[in-house]
């Protein structure tokens, strides 16, 4: 086990190791921001097991192995190396980032219509600094953690999406994150913006990918900035290889009436976890945010979802659902947190998990903190196992037991996975967990208890 | 078609049937009736191998093979069908998807081709019409939400649509108004087959005015204390299951 003196160390030489050859060097605000979170880095608590945020979840995994920050630029990747990867069939704006970097060869940005931006941030920070300058870090304001500063210390390139006022797009956005298999394991600090002006409207999807059983530590941000009226979707399926280690940080600030509809999706990796951060800055949002985990052997997944209510009369919903197998570990902390002067607050929030073996383990906390009189809030657990009636049903009908667990679980993640709109891509996951499925309810073994 | 050679059924330990004896001739219909916790749904259980049912003593022939150690699919694969009492609501399992996955796994298994959706789909809708089950109901989770008639029919359909060489049809009635119990037993009737046999467990005769047993059997106690036609239905519905009782006991 490292001592949190070892933990702060490899924090200390990540920073050192990456800050060379970074872009925007000669921008003086984002000199500022990098160096104030590489200061931060030295100060900020190291994450640690008695800290509640990561009671359940030790960084030992990452902290413990050295990852180069990723430099590479791929330029030479052609589209060959992604056909692999079985990706969804869409009829999307498409952005390929590999390591972290855009590649443009491989991305399908033409035809954007007007009053759209998207693609590298590396070119926008050359191209467009000033309006960068605006959006940075608007979101993350001073609720730093140490990763999400490790990450704005090193900013090197992600994807950013701007609408501007008004402007709906036509067609969903796909951002591919795909991680190449490297000779050394590298740490991808990619930052991500998504900016919707007012009134504004998209479909953004992110998909996680690696190729090979890749080790790599993936340490994501993602600012969005919702302004009033406006309405995005935001899926992000992470299917990372089993030996990777996928960390997201994602911020997201409502003004008013605008909505987010979310959908997380974590079947990959080793190591996972994701932070949501949802804040409410003015009256009538909405939020949903919607999730779905599977862990098995030797996987650890964790959620943690923050949704703070400080203004009155917005609305938000989380669903989460895992489905454990295995010796899978799965984490998920859940917070509301009503301000006094939020009323006519609607949240709820509720965890339901599916444990298909005696081994797996979920530590589930979904927490209601309410400081208002006049709001609607709920929110609850539940950890079971498939019920023997129903499984019993299915056999009758000449299902096998493999089979019939396998509908019964689709049947559990079916509510999540409707929630996405786009058809095909909702397909896609659907194969994704139906794939995943048959050596999960391999694992259980092929008779009843 | 089914011979039970003194059958012993234990469940938690506690003896249920005690040397049950029945044989099912092919094209059959056998009426099984008798009072509250004489062994009538545990005998349909067994049958179909649910869990929980220790079978202690005796044999269970379906065609000549033993159905002990059988799971529950393979005696679907080789033609049994369990209409339940009470069908369970399946969250998140579409009716459609559960009925293509439920045909083609035993066509499956017998080495037969496999419908595809299309095929599929222009044959469940004709066993809807026959039980009269809105379609509708077959885009809808598997019995969420179903009216107790509703879960029946959709029993009685799927046994439409797998063909069974054997259906056990557990208290098909209960629950049932008299029009949802005519239409259910029409599609009962409709599947009637020189080549078919089916068991009906039931505690009223009731059921046995719209489908017409051959025989009529009577469980007291975890044994077939009596046998006989249709009449001994009636004879039943008169005078309850007292005087069998007090037969038995004397």
Not at chain 1, 22 to 38: H, K, M, Y
Not at chain 1, 193 to 217: H, K, Q, R
Not at chain 2, 29 to 58: C, F, Q, W
Not at chain 2, 90 to 117: C, H, Q, W, Y
Request: net charge negative.
């Amino acid at each position: 086990m490292n001592t949190a003196q070892e933990a702060r160390q490899w924090f200390t030489r990540t920073v050192q190791e990456g800050s060379d050859q970074l872009p925007g060097q000669t921008l003086e605000w984002l000199r500022n921001i990098r160096g104030s979170a590489g200061q931060a880095v030295e100060t900020l608590p190291v994450p640690f097991r008695m800290q509640e945020q990561w009671r359940y979840t030790s960084i030992a995994p990452l902290v413990s192995r050295h990852f180069t920050p990723s430099t590479h630029d791929f330029t030479g990747l052609q589209e060959i190396d992604l056909e692999d990867l079985q990706l969804p069939e869409m009829d999307a704006y498409r952005l390929v980032f590999a390591n972290g970097r855009f590649i443009p060869q491989l991305s399908g940005l033409s035809a954007l219509p007007e009053g759209v931006r998207m693609g590298s941030l590396r070119t926008a920070l050359s191209t467009d600094p000033e309006r960068l300058s605006a959006w940075f870090g608007q979101t993350v304001g001073q609720e730093q953690d140490i990763f999400t500063a490790l990450n704005t210390a090193l900013i090197n390139d992600g994807m950013l999406v701007y609408l501007e006022k008004g402007i709906r797009l036509d067609k969903p956005v796909h951002i591919i994150h795909v991680s190449l298999e490297l000779n050394e394991p590298v740490i991808v600090n990619a930052r991500n913006l998504i900016v919707m002006d007012e009134g504004s409207g998209a479909s953004v999807i992110e998909t996680f990918v690696s190729t090979g059983d890749s080790v790599y530590f993936n340490n994501q941000v993602t600012e969005i900035l919702l302004h009033a009226e406006s309405k995005l979707e935001h899926v992000r399926l992470q299917k990372e290889s089993r030996q990777a280690s996928h960390l997201s940080n994602v911020f997201i600030s409502q003004q008013q009436n605008s909505q987010y509809h979310g959908t997380a999706l974590a079947m990959g990796a080793a190591w996972g976890r994701t932070n949501y951060n949802v804040r409410f800055r003015q009256e009538g949002g909405v939020c949903n945010l919607h999730g779905l985990y599977t862990a098995g052997d030797q996987q650890l997944i964790d959620f943690h979802v923050d949704v703070q209510h400080a203004v009155p009369n917005c609305s938000s919903r989380e669903n989460f659902k895992g489905l454990l197998y295995g010796k899978g570990r799965a984490v998920f902390d859940g917070r509301i947190v009503v301000e006094k002067q939020a009323q006519k607050t609607d949240a709820h929030l509720s965890n339901s998990n599916l444990m298909l073996t005696r081994n797996a383990e979920v530590d589930t906390k979904p927490q209601l903190e309410i400081h208002a009189d006049d709001v609607k809030c709920s929110h609850g657990t539940t950890v079971g196992q498939l019920d023997a009636e129903h499984i019993f049903y299915l056999r009758s009908r000449g299902i096998d037991y493999a089979s019939a667990q396998k509908m019964l679980c689709l049947g559990f993640a079916e509510e999540i996975l409707d929630g996405i709109q786009q058809e095909s891509f909702r397909a896609y996951a659907s194969r994704g967990l139906q794939e995943l499925l048959s050596t999960a309810v391999h694992d259980t073994g092929s008779s009843g208890e | 078609m089914l011979q039970i050679k003194n059958l012993h059924v234990t469940v938690d330990g506690k003896p249920i049937l005690k040397g049950l004896d029945l044989n099912i001739g092919t094209g059959e219909i056998h009426a099984i009736m008798g009072p509250n916790g004489s062994g009538k749904s545990t005998l349909a259980h067994v049958l179909s191998g649910r869990d929980g049912y220790e079978v202690t003593e005796g044999e269970i022939l379906f065609e000549g093979e033993e159905l002990q150690g059988m799971e529950p699919e393979e005696r679907a694969h080789k033609g049994l069908f369990l209409a339940m009492q009470y069908p369970v609501e399946l969250p998140g399992v579409n009716n459609m998807v559960f009925l293509k996955e439920s045909f083609n796994a035993i066509r499956r298994a017998r080495g037969e081709t496999e419908l595809d959706s299309v095929q599929f789909m222009k044959l469940i809708r004709e066993k809807a019409r026959m039980v009269k089950l809105d379609e509708k109901l077959l885009k809808r989770n598997v019995n969420a939400g179903f009216s107790g008639g509703e879960k029946k029919r959709n029993e009685i359909m799927q046994m439409a649509l797998l063909e069974p060489k054997l259906a056990i049809l557990d208290e098909t009635d209960s629950g049932l108004d008299i029009d949802a119990l005519r239409i259910v037993a029409e599609g009962v009737n409709a599947l009637r087959s020189k080549d078919r046999s089916i068991i009906m467990v039931t505690h009223y005769q009731r059921l046995l005015d719209y489908i017409q047993p051959d025989f009529v059997h009577v469980l007291v106690g975890g044994r077939i204390v009596k046998s006989g036609d249709k009449s001994l239905a009636l004879e039943l519905e008169e005078k309850g299951y007292g005087w069998i009782e007090d037969e038995v006991a004397a």
